[in-house]
T-cell receptor
Framework: KAGVTQTPRYLIKTRGQQVTLSCSPI?????VSWYQQTPGQGLQFLFE???????NKGNFPGRFSGRQFSNSRSEMNVSTLELGDSALYLC?????????????FGPGTRLTVT | GNSVTQMEGPVTLSEEAFLTINCTYT??????LFWYVQYPGEGLQLLLK?????DKGSNKGFEATYRKETTSFHLEKGSVQVSDSAVYFC??????????????FGKGTKLTVNP
């Protein structure tokens, strides 16, 4: 079974632009979560989607948004990019919601804002 | 809120040495606990997990025991190999809080194993 795929793998944007990142979960997985990884803040939860609905959101400004499609694929969007948005953005999927679920991570999208 | 504290390292060991990476947590409920590993240029992989007190998770020679009394989940391996060089993350999820799949991570510990 194919793993979680994320596109693009690398992205360079200019401050003020917007960006859309894509995540395709493992086939059959319905929950998709997004995380931001930076050297300073570590791994931080952005949001989780299940059945096309946002179930939980981390402490990020409204510039960060996401959505999930009926095939469980997910996108996240960052508008008005800032230098501090440079990070590795990781997507994770899990087949269902519940205690002790393992999350399967993709390789990430490395976003650089100049 | 929930939080995870782990020793930050970096940790440098010789091959076949014993490894311990400390992890303690703060949670309002009864969280599930995880160790994830990240190899250079890759995403995270689950190493092991435990979902209730006194559970021991184990995989690839790594072990960790869920200690509720000390709120700890220390990672151990008896004999490390060069291939174990990676960054290790301790994490918790508290599904009791509205069924969220949110993981809360520690800062990560970089392990380097020399031949």
């Amino acid at each position: 079974k194919a793993g979680v795929t994320q596109t693009p793998r690398y992205l360079i944007k200019t401050r003020g632009q917007q960006v859309t990142l894509s995540c395709s979960p493992i086939s059959g997985h319905r929950s998709v979560s997004w995380y931001q990884q930076t050297p300073g803040q570590g791994l931080q939860f952005l949001f989780e989607y299940f059945s096309e609905t946002q179930r939980n959101k981390g402490n990020f400004p409204g510039r960060f948004s996401g959505r999930q499609f009926s095939n469980s694929r997910s996108e996240m969007n960052v508008s008005t990019l800032e230098l501090g948005d440079s990070a590795l953005y990781l997507c994770a999927s899990t087949p269902r919601r519940g205690r002790g679920n393992e999350q399967y991570f993709g390789p990430g999208t490395r976003l650089t804002v100049t | 809120g929930n939080s995870v504290t782990q020793m930050e390292g970096p940790v440098t060991l010789s091959e076949e040495a014993f490894l311990t990476i400390n992890c303690t947590y703060t949670a309002t409920g009864y969280p599930s606990l995880f160790w994830y590993v990240q190899y250079p240029g890759e995403g995270l992989q689950l190493l092991l997990k435990a979902t209730k007190a006194d559970d021991k998770g184990s995989n690839k020679g790594f072990e960790a025991t869920y200690r509720k009394e000390t709120t700890s989940f220390h990672l151990e391996k008896g004999s490390v190999q060069v291939s174990d060089s990676a960054v290790y993350f301790c994490a918790l999820s508290d599904n009791a809080q509205g069924g969220s799949e949110k993981l809360v991570f520690g800062k990560g510990t970089k392990l380097t194993v020399n031949p």
